[in-house]
């Protein structure tokens, strides 16, 4: 176990919805990075934040957003969503910059 | 864009073989480089890491890599394999420069040992 923890574990939606994952991350992590993974793909960055500010963001729709909060846990809000936003969600936290990752068991996201 | 390439998609080994798994990337810059694993139904755990230094590493459960600079390559080696191995290995990046935050993955490679 990392530390890393994410809420819910599995969801289902219908396109055009809403969703918001929720990412807790190990003591003493500030900085905590978000990753979509399609099945039989490799993670993909989406966004990362550092002391509640976005400092990074991958290729990704501006409907996709988040948040960071003071003790550090964060949120990751998808807008109208479509059937290819289907995957597993994962959150990561690391101490700093050039830290190592630790990664969260996910959040299973099926859009119908 | 910088990318992370594994060759193989599924390999599957008998108990004992020995294992070898590609990963090259494409930034000829400096780069900090891990190995991931995904056990089925557990998340992503850190195997090993090369960020300055010996470019032989050794991680957890056995398992080296090698950092080959000339050839942008950072392979994944056990000598001896268990079932106990079988799960998806997701070699991954780090650049430096702009968007040295992020990670970025190959695609994995499903490894199944067979007792």
């Known amino acids: 176990e990392t530390g890393v923890t994410q809420s819910p574990t599995h969801l289902i939606k219908t396109r055009g919805q809403q969703v918001t994952l929720r990412c807790s991350s190990q003591?003493?992590?500030?900085?905590v990075s978000w990753y979509q993974q399609a099945l039989g793909q490799g993670p993909q960055f989406i966004f990362q934040?550092?002391?509640?500010?976005?400092?990074g963001r991958g290729n990704f729709p501006p409907r996709f957003s988040g948040l960071q909060f003071p003790n550090y846990s964060s949120e990751l809000n998808v807008n109208a969503l479509e059937l290819d936003d289907s995957a597993l969600y994962l959150c990561?936290?690391?101490?700093?910059?050039?830290?190592?990752?630790?990664f969260g068991p996910g959040t299973r996201l099926l859009v119908l | 864009a910088q990318s992370v390439s594994q060759h193989n998609h599924h390999v599957i080994l008998s108990e004992a073989a020995s294992l070898e798994l590609g990963c090259n990337y494409s930034?000829?810059?400096?780069?900090?480089l891990f190995w991931y694993v995904q056990y089925p139904g557990q998340h992503l755990q850190l195997l090993l890491k090369?960020?300055?230094?010996?470019?032989l590493v050794k991680g957890i459960k056995g398992f080296e890599a090698e950092f080959i600079k000339s050839k942008f390559s950072f392979n994944l080696r056990k000598p001896s394999v268990q079932w106990s191995d079988t799960a998806e290995y997701f070699c991954a990046v780090t650049y430096s420069g702009a968007g040295s935050y992020q990670l970025t993955f190959g695609k994995g490679t499903k490894l199944s040992v067979i007792p």
């Open positions: 934040y550092y002391r509640e500010e976005e400092n």
């Open positions: 003591s003493g992590h500030n900085t």
């Open positions: 930034y000829g810059g400096t780069v900090n």
């Open positions: 990561a936290s690391k101490r700093g910059r050039g830290e190592t990752q630790y």
């Open positions: 090369y960020f300055s230094g010996d470019p």
